[in-house]
């Protein structure tokens, strides 16, 4: 059942290459320039007058809707704003009838987000939902959706449903900029063969995993980790500090690297590892001098980096090279080795990966 693999987690991480192509077969056509997708085709008109979109979800699916917030004000120049479900819910949000919401949950049972979207329906907002489990309740509760035909993810620590979420919402985001001009076709092209290329990108980037159990071995016994990013992958840098947190129980927290001199620089010194997303294009050059100022504070870091870079190679105490894509694609790649270092700290400190303590694989409580 698990595949040969030592646990779930560690499949469904080696799945995701599959499971993205199962998540944009029958809807991307890239030869012919097309995105199809029945949840927002018959709704299109809706969707993309939409006067905002709001984002309601919880845990890693909410890191999901933070990768997709960049992405739709980038492509489709609609605003977005991502919401945890169990805060919109009980603060008598502001919602209009022109607005869609969208709810992200694996499961489709999250109880904050079930409710957070019968809320924003009750006040007359079209309700959109990205489910992984084919019929769950929130599927049922939406106007209409899309799947992200992950297939089932067992392990209590969400990643292969990440990636998906992302490509669903990409391929949404993408629709949209089509429908309403935002893009060029020739970048909605560029778009649509770079996200073919992505599943075999990230089989490359799960060659790293050697590498990285070396890396995890060496960090294994640290009390706390800081993750940094900005921009596309500043959400990326708070999915890997929940995965660490969640199946390893070391403390991590996610930043957007810039913000780190306004408090967290406090925390650095030869025993705080910082893992730093620093791909190149975007915002590589002040990442690197975020670097630089961890460097000078003593922290130890391991960077994420854009392969054959490098500049980061010279200051970081390790790097872990992903491929090149486009900016807003990013995020389907730095995932990958902070999924793989999470899994690799938890086993190595004799961790149950698969049902950490105290976390069930959905949240049916409030
Ligand atoms: O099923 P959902 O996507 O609605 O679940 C949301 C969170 O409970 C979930 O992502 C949780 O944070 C995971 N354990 C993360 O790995």
Known sequence: EKGGYEHFMLKEIHEQPTAIKD????RMLADEGLIRMAGVDDN????ANAKRILIVACGTSWHAGLVAEYIFEELARIPVEVEYASEFRYRNPIISEKDVIIAISQSGETADTMAAIKLAKEKGAFAFGVCN????????????????????????ASTKAFTTQITVLTLMALKLAKQNGTISHTEFMTYLQEMERIPAKIEKALKGDEHIKM?????????????????FNFPVAL???????EISYIHAEGYP?????????ALIDEEMPVVVIATKRGHYEKVVSNIQEIKSRKGKIIAIVTEGDEEV????DHVIEVPETLEPLTPLLT??????????????LGKNVDQPRNLAKSVTVE
Do not use: F, W
Request: hydrophobic share 40%; net charge positive; aromatic share 6%.
């Open 313 to 316: 190679r010279d200051l970081a």
């Open 133 to 156: 489990v084919v019929g769950s309740s929130i599927s049922r509760e939406t106007h209409a959706g899309a799947y992200t035909h992950a297939g089932p993810e067992i392990g209590v």
């Open 335 to 348: 995932t990958i080795p902070l999924q793989l270092l999470s899994y690799h700290i938890a086993v190595l």
């Open 44 to 47: 299109l008109e809706r969707i």
């Open 23 to 26: 998540t944009y077969r029958g």
């Open 239 to 245: 999915e890997g500090a929940l995965k660490l947190k």
């Open 215 to 231: 890396i995890a071995d060496i960090y294994k016994d640290a009390r706390n980790c800081l993750y940094l990013g900005r921009g």
């Open 257 to 265: 690297a810039a913000e780190m001199k306004h408090g967290p620089i």
